[in-house]
């Protein structure tokens, strides 16, 4: 019985140590098209529309493609708080009305850091693309975000 013992043990701290270790379950994909001055903007975004997903957000991400992100779909309106606690990448994050208008930007969040962002007023959804992508897009409060959850998705033609 003692000899079983340790294997048993080792096995089952294997186990664990696997399932903490193991990805992110994969979300699922949408487009996100930002109207700017400079025309249409698209987004190929993960959606996170769940607590387990929103928790996890873009944590341990080393790369993000400069077409991509994420976007956190809490289905009501509130303020909302994000920190970048385990992301090494410096992100942007839109914070985004119901009606689709983008209320403000965070923009360049510090990797690493607990320190709170807030949107400014109650929300739905936030964007995190990556840091400084705003700006370079000329993406602006005042804007409007296409996407389902926001019940204006553009068709693509």
Known sequence: MMSRFPACMAATLLWCGSVLAAPAAALPHASVVVETPRGQVRFDVEVAADRESRVRGLMYRNRLAADAGMLFDFHND?????????????????????DGTISSISSN?????????????????????????????DIQPGERVHNAAFGN?????
């Open 109 to 137: 969040a510090k990797p690493m850091s607990e320190e709170p962002i807030t949107s400014h007023e109650p929300v739905r959804a936030v964007l995190e693309i990556n840091g400084g992508r705003a700006a370079a897009l």
């Open 153 to 157: 998705a553009l068709t693509a033609h």
């Open 78 to 98: 509130d303020f909302r708080a994000f920190w970048m606690k385990n992301t090494p990448l410096p992100l942007d994050m839109v914070f985004i009305r119901a």
